[in-house]
């Protein structure tokens, strides 16, 4: 690893690529991994008394980085990898300098290949074969040209026995229903996690930390991150989306964690900068029909059909910009939007409408309250279909 270190000087504000676009007063933050929802371009913004600084890093095929600033005023960047060229360029807003990291980015493999679509999306995560079949009916009469997405259709809760992606028997009819009305489903799949309870859970093919841990998912910790480099490990993903015999699948988990495996018996070197890159884009790539990942991260753009986020900052917030639309706005324009509890159609409009600048959203959820409201309100719609 090599840790590179650029003098800021005084700057009074950052602009970040951590969600649609982080906006602070300058301060120290811990290390982000990039490639991942939380740093998902090689860059960061400046704002200084009468001008901007873009720093970023011209790397078509980048290596995990990890971000930081730390107080006595530098940006620091690790390179897991080989260190590729960084340049600093002075900019009067921050719009001008996402302007030129979108000029670069329009050169990548990622911009060049992507081919999303624009689906308007119908979720079903009831558990209920029947509400949901009565859900998708009522919304189908609503939204022509809705697909949907299935979360909680196995036989297992929502997090366990990942992965088991069976469809539960009385889903299936619910399906083919579907199907048949040419719509298209995405159902959930999670993309790295497996349950340490599942019957084929085998500690030696999860990733190892340098402390020599097994990597999980803090929030679950019976969910463990495998490591994608096995081909079996691959394979039983691959398997398991064809079984599911649906026209689309939802993959989660793709801008998660950017994690380096340091085990010495996978088939990669042991804290190999390009595994977990390689191996997710390689998973994601022999996947079938259309996907959509759980990711804003740029390296996988280029994979995917479309791109979904859960919005953690709020893009309503104020301390957010909209700098993931301004760079990657023509080719993934949805962000995701979630609304957990009841909020009355006003606050739902309202939230709608101030998301415009950050392109449209999917509205996402538990399924009930104020969703079949966004799909039937004539102005919420009117603005998610522009
Ligand atoms: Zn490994």
Known sequence: MTTIRIDLGNPTEMLLPFGPGLHLPFRGFSPRPYPSNDWWGQLALFRYLDHWKLIRVNDWRPDIQHWSTINTGHLVIEFHGRVPEIITECVGSWQEGADLYREWARKQSWWINSSFNHHFLMTGSTNSPSLFIDQYLDMKENIPDGAVWATNYRNHKFQDMWPDYAVKDDFVPAFEQIENDGRTIFPYMNSMFWDENHPEY?????????????????????????????????????????????????????????????????????????QYIDNLNDLISRMRGEIIVESITEQTLGLANASLTLERTGIWNRDTLPLFQRIYGDIAPKLGCKFIGDEPIETVREVFAKSLPYGRAYPTGTGRGPEALMYTDPSIREILLQ
Do not use: W
Request: charged share 25%; aromatic share 6%.
């Open 202 to 274: 085998d500690p030696s093919e999860m990733i190892l930390k340098k402390d020599g841990t097994i990597a999980f998912y803090a929030p679950s910790p019976n969910q463990k991150h495998a490591c994608l480099s096995l081909e079996s490990t691959k394979q039983r993903l691959v398997d398991s989306r064809d079984a599911l015999g649906t026209s689309g699948v939802y993959l989660d988990s793709v801008g998660g964690i950017a994690e380096i495996c340091y085990s010495s018996n996978h088939d990669h070197a042991p804290g190999d900068p390009r």
